[in-house]
C-alpha cells in the first residue's frame, strides 16, 4: 500500500523568506495538492543566536501572502531537542553510533593534513573501536555515527537521477556535541521521520547533505523518504542569486507591487514547465505540477521578465480585487510614497471606475498608483518637469476651455470630448495641442490614463478648480 505524500518546508528563521525559499515551498506545495496529500512546516530554529521572532513572523507571513498553505501545526526543531538526543543515544546502544574524545587540536591537526594533501577534512575515525576504558579524564566526548566503511550510499533522486557516493570518501559524522545539542543532520532526519514525510523536495545545495541523512536513516532502521534536489536560482549573469541580482524577501516584493499570484505564476516557471505554457491558474498549477517535469539545470531570476507576468496579471485581475491590494499595500508604504493612508468611500469609487485604464499602463501597483496620482492629489498638484512645461506652453488652451467646460450642463464621456475637440478645431490646434497641456493640468502628469477617462473619473467641480490653479 502506498503512503499518502507528505511534504515539508523547512525554513531557517535567520533572516526573511528569500526568493529561493519561497520557490521551494511552493514546489512543496503544489506536489502535495497534486497528489492529495500534505504539506508541512518546520521552523529550523536550533541556531539560537541567529533564529529571530522577527524572522519567523516575516517567513510565515510571507508564506500565507503568497497563498501557501501548511497542514497541521507548525513544528518548532529547538523544541525537539530531547527527542533528537534520545534517538542518538539509541543509535549508540545498538552500536550503530560511539563517543568520540578527539580533542579540538587532533581535529585541527587532521583539518592542516588534508588541506597539505589537498583532500577534504576527513575525520579518521580514531575512536571508532575504541574501548570506553580509554577515555580520558574530564573529557566530554561527542557522539558519531559509525557510518559503513565499504560499498556506496545511493539517492534515487527525482530530478537529478542517480547519485552515489563511495562510503570510503564518508566520514563518521557528529550526531551530538558535546554540550549534548544534537547537529543539524540527526534533527532533519528525526524530524522528517517523526512527521511522517515521505518526500523532500529542496535546493540541490543540499544534494550532498543527502547521502549523510540517508546514512543515519539506514542505521535508524528507518525507510529513506523519496528525494528531489532542485537547481538553484541564478542571476541574469549565471551567478548565484545574490542580494545585488534581487535576492530579497518576499515582503519586498510585495513592496515593489508584486500580486502574489503573478509571483506565484513566475516562480513556478523557474525550474519547471508544461509545455509552452506561460500563465497559470492556481488550479492549473495543482493539476499539472509533477516533479518529472523539473529541469537540472539551474533557472535565471529576470525582473523584466516578472513585470512582463505581473502586467499580465494585473489585466486579467477584477477591479475590485486591485482595489483590494492597493489598499492592502497602502499601510506598508503609503508613509514612503506620500500616498494616502487609506482609500474613502469616495476615492476607493474614483479608483474603480479609473481602473480599467489604469491597469492598461501599468506593470505593478507601485506604478499603477503613481499613474493614478491625480485621483488622489492634493491641490495644488506637483508637476512633473515635462507637465509643468506643457502647461507653460498652453496657458493660453487652458483660459480659452474653461468656460466652455464650466459651461456644461452634462458631464460625461461624450460631452467633454465634444467641447475637447471642438475648442481645438476652433483654434485651428491640433487636438493633441489641446489635450497636452489639459491633461497636464489635471493630472501633474505628461502622461495618464486616456484624457477624457481623468475628466469623467474627476469630476466637473474638480478639473474647473485644477484648471484655476494653473490659470
Not at 518546520?42 to 533564529?51: A, L, N, V
Not at 591537526?109 to 580520558?136: H, I, L, N, T, V
Not at 540517508?214 to 541564478?234: D, F, N
Request: hydrophobic share 40%; aromatic share 8%.
Amino acid at each position: 500500500m502506498t503512503r499518502p505524500v507528505v511534504t515539508r518546508f523547512a525554513p531557517s528563521p535567520t533572516g526573511f523568506l528569500h526568493i529561493g525559499g519561497a520557490r521551494t515551498a511552493l514546489f512543496n506545495w503544489l506536489y502535495a495538492r497534486h497528489t492529495g496529500g500534505k504539506m508541512l512546516l518546520r521552523i529550523e530554529d536550533t541556531d539560537r543566536e541567529r533564529s529571530t521572532d522577527a524572522a519567523i513572523d516575516a517567513i510565515l507571513s510571507g508564506l500565507k501572502w503568497l497563498g501557501i498553505t501548511w497542514d497541521d501545526e507548525v513544528v518548532y526543531q529547538y523544541s525537539r531537542a530531547e527527542r533528537h538526543r534520545e534517538v542518538a543515544l539509541q543509535m549508540l546502544a545498538e552500536g550503530k553510533a560511539y563517543y568520540c574524545y578527539a580533542s579540538p587540536e587532533e581535529l585541527t591537526e587532521m583539518r592542516e593534513k588534508a588541506r597539505a594533501e589537498g583532500k577534504p577534512m576527513r575525520y579518521d575515525g580514531r575512536w571508532r573501536d575504541r574501548p570506553a576504558s580509554d577515555a580520558p579524564a574530564g573529557v566530554k566526548p561527542v557522539i558519531r555515527l559509525k557510518a559503513p566503511l565499504e560499498g556506496e550510499t545511493v539517492v534515487e533522486d527525482r530530478v537529478q537521477g542517480r547519485v552515489n557516493w563511495q562510503n570510503k570518501d564518508l566520514d563518521d559524522l557528529v550526531l551530538l556535541r558535546s554540550d549534548g545539542g544534537p547537529t543539524y543532520m540527526l534533527a532533519v532526519v528525526v524530524d522528517d521521520h517523526d512527521m511522517g514525510v515521505t518526500h523532500i523536495i529542496r535546493g540541490d545545495d543540499h544534494l550532498t547533505n543527502a547521502a549523510r541523512q540517508t546514512q543515519i536513516y539506514q542505521a535508524c532502521g528507518w525507510e529513506v523518504p523519496e528525494m528531489a534536489h532542485i537547481p538553484l536560482i541564478h542571476g541574469p549573469d549565471g551567478a548565484k542569486l545574490s542580494k545585488r541580482h534581487g535576492a530579497l524577501g518576499v515582503e519586498a516584493y510585495q513592496a515593489m507591487g508584486y500580486l502574489p499570484q503573478a509571483l506565484r505564476n513566475y516562480l513556478v516557471r523557474l525550474g519547471w514547465s508544461h509545455g509552452d505554457q506561460e500563465f497559470f491558474s492556481m488550479d492549473e498549477m495543482i493539476d499539472f505540477f509533477d516533479l518529472g517535469a523539473i529541469g537540472r539545470s539551474a533557472a535565471r531570476f529576470d525582473f523584466t521578465k516578472l513585470e512582463h507576468v505581473n502586467g499580465h496579471t494585473m489585466r486579467a485581475t477584477a477591479d475590485a480585487d486591485l482595489v483590494a491590494a492597493i489598499e492592502d499595500l497602502l499601510p506598508v508604504l503609503a508613509a514612503d510614497k506620500h500616498w494616502p493612508a487609506t482609500l474613502d468611500a469616495d476615492l476607493k469609487g474614483r479608483f474603480m471606475t479609473a481602473m480599467p485604464g489604469l491597469k492598461e499602463r501599468a506593470r505593478s501597483l507601485v506604478e499603477l498608483m503613481d499613474q493614478a496620482y491625480y485621483l488622489y492629489a492634493q491641490r495644488t498638484l506637483t508637476l512633473e518637469a515635462k507637465a509643468e512645461a506643457l502647461i507653460k506652453d498652453g496657458k493660453e488652451v487652458l483660459a480659452a476651455i474653461r468656460p466652455e467646460l464650466e459651461a456644461l450642463e452634462e458631464w460625461s464621456l461624450a460631452s467633454v470630448e465634444a467641447v475637447v475637440r471642438a475648442q481645438a478645431e476652433k483654434s485651428g490646434l491640433k487636438l493633441g495641442q489641446v489635450a497636452q497641456p489639459l491633461r497636464a493640468t489635471l493630472t501633474g502628469r505628461a502622461t495618464s490614463p486616456g484624457l477624457f477617462d481623468v475628466m469623467v473619473v474627476l469630476g466637473k467641480q474638480a478639473c474647473l478648480g485644477r484648471i484655476d490653479d494653473q490659470l
